[in-house]
């Protein structure tokens, strides 16, 4: 803005609006070392004492300490779900087809490094009876990150929530994300609180719930479907995998009074409950949310007589639940697929002749060019109870280890041919008859000497056979031991 434009519309501020129009100065070297500052409605960072950019408090959706010098802010996304527009407007100068426009970007998160420690005064003793040294202030020493983040959350009113709280579980085990989280639900959302991390999920962005009995007949798994999905960082979390064991049980009260309930929720809840926690958890949800709680079909049990199947994807051991339409995958990565998306299931065996007879795989096929997804390492026992399911959803399903079978009952037939064929080699030299004995008959009047009889070469024990005196001894014995030659007639 020229200089005689701001005279004008200043002069318009101040007569129309009693507002002086002030003129400052932006930092524009494109520094990313500041100092941040809290203001009333908005955070602001500066560079050498020249506004930066502001971020309002009303665009911060989440925070959390991402170190312990690092603190990470997440901002709101479209209420719809949809894309942002040109510079995150709705409508904007692009029109809607552009390929320019269609790949529109937002700025979904930014992280604050800040290095240092802060002092923090506390007071040691207020008794108003002693002020002496005792009294006096003591200087706790935290990181500056800390406070930081303290201050943000106090600012923006991160995990404030309006209206009481209606239940509280606390210490839930969550398989995905992985920790414990301690469970508020609200009238129209639920806070998840962890250690480093906490979550404010609208009623609104849960799509499924589902109680999945785990196969180890211990415990019970309760998995939420998302959408928006749930950011930790730069990884997205479209469902939640929570796990309680089925022993475990829960008193509650609920923070409402009956006529509340009654008058709010339609007698969907119940003031006081006792039951395993997973149970209380599924009805609280359902009476609050409204959301149908989906279970496995009653058409699938496996061979052991459960609801789930052990498999894997990739290296990722989880377990298969067969639903009345579509699968799941838990705990991780959580996979969920619809039966209308399916365009074939196939059955085959992969590995070594060991490994292939006990396990196979299941490999689904989705339409319109959607990819597959292959669960690996099923128990055998399972083949049959998986075709029965399918085949009652009108699944199409291929079974290439029919064929494998095949292969295998040739191979084995081809290797009986080759047994028999050595048995006749054998028989055919039965019927030679006394040929291989003679041949093969050892001399009975020759007796070789034992091993002991021998005399080693190189023992030192052994004494000389050809000494004199048995040498002697052979030429006296000679004559005797000869017979007498004929003496030649002459004819």
């Not at 300490?65 to 719809?80: I, M, R, T, W, Y």
């Not at 006749?424 to 070789?448: L, P, Q, T, Y």
Request: proline share 4%; aromatic share 8%; net charge negative.
């Amino acid at each position: 803005m020229l200089a005689k434009d701001f005279d004008r519309v200043s002069k318009c501020f101040k007569i129309w609006y009693s507002i002086n129009l002030e003129q400052r100065e932006h930092a524009l070297r494109g520094w990313n070392w500041g100092k941040g500052e809290f203001g009333k409605a908005e955070l602001a960072f500066s560079v050498q004492n020249r506004p930066a950019f502001e971020i309002p408090y009303s665009e911060i959706a989440n925070t959390n300490l991402a170190g312990k010098h690092e603190v990470a802010v997440e901002f709101s996304l479209p209420e719809d779900g949809g894309k942002p527009a040109a510079n995150g407007l709705p409508g904007g100068a692009r029109s809607s087809g552009q390929k320019a426009g269609a790949g529109r970007d937002q700025l979904v998160e930014m992280r604050f490094y800040i290095p240092g420690t802060v002092k923090k005064d506390a007071a040691a003793d207020d008794d108003a009876d002693d002020k002496s040294a005792d009294a006096e202030e003591q200087e706790e020493v935290e990181y500056a990150a800390n406070t930081f983040y303290n201050t943000l959350v106090d600012k923006a009113e991160i995990g404030d929530v309006a209206g009481a709280t209606i239940a509280t579980f606390e210490d839930v085990l969550h398989l995905t994300p992985r920790g414990r989280f301690g469970l508020d639900m609200y009238d129209s959302s639920f806070r998840l609180r962890g250690k480093t991390y906490d979550y404010k999920i609208q009623y609104q962005a849960i799509k499924k719930f589902m109680l999945l009995p785990k196969p180890d007949d211990q415990h019970t798994l309760i998995t939420i479907g998302l959408d928006p999905p749930l950011r930790q960082g730069q990884t997205r979390y479209p469902f939640l995998v929570m796990q309680f064991k089925r022993e475990d049980e829960i008193i509650l009260d609920l923070n409402m009074t009956e006529e509340d309930l009654k008058e709010r929720y339609g007698g969907k809840l119940q003031p006081h409950y006792e039951s395993p926690i997973h149970a209380v958890i599924a009805q609280v949800f359902r009476g609050i949310a409204g959301k149908k709680v989906v279970t496995p079909s009653k058409e699938f049990v496996s061979h052991h007589q459960q609801s789930g199947v052990k498999c894997s994807i990739k290296a990722n051991e989880g377990h298969l639940f067969c639903l009345d339409k579509s699968f799941m995958f838990v705990p991780k990565p959580a996979t969920y697929i619809a039966f209308e998306n399916i365009s074939s299931v196939t059955m085959s065996r992969v590995g070594g002749a060991v490994s292939a007879s006990r396990t196979f795989d299941v490999t689904v096929t989705l339409k319109s060019g959607g990819g597959e997804h292959q669960f690996s390492n099923i128990n055998r026992e399972e083949q049959t109870p998986l075709e029965d399911f399918f085949r009652a959803k009108n699944i199409r399903t291929k079974n290439e280890m029919i064929d494998d079978s095949s292969a295998l009952i040739a191979a084995a037939l081809k290797d009986e041919d080759m047994a028999s064929s050595d048995e006749d080699v054998v028989a055919a030299r039965a019927d030679r008859g006394s040929a291989d004995e003679d041949e093969e008959s050892v001399d009975e009047d020759f007796r070789a000497s034992s091993d002991s009889d021998v005399a080693e070469e190189y023992d030192s024990a052994h004494e000389s056979s050809g000494s004199d005196e048995e040498m002697e001894d052979a030429e006296e014995a000679e004559p005797e031991s000869r017979p007498s030659k004929k003496a030649k007639t002459a004819k």
